[in-house]
């Protein structure tokens, strides 16, 4: 049934071949974009969930009890 819908359009070997090419372009785009960031950056991004801003020091309702 479903090979009968899929047969019934035209030009739909091209769907895979658009979505490839969709997901090849945001992957080297993104991997261009991570390697031409600064060290600094990187450092920073990398140490921010370990950061503890002063507010959150001293406030108790954050702290596990």
């Known amino acids: 049934m479903y090979k009968d819908v ?14 490839i090419l969709i997901f090849f372009t945001f992957f080297v785009a993104w991997s261009v974009y991570a390697f031409s960031m600064k060290k600094d950056d990187v450092a920073e ?8 801003d002063d507010d959150t020091e001293n406030n108790s309702t954050n702290e596990f009890k």
């Open 6 to 19: 899929l047969r019934s359009i035209e030009d739909v070997e091209i769907f895979p071949v658009i979505g």
């Open 45 to 52: 991004l990398s140490s921010m969930p370990l950061d503890l």
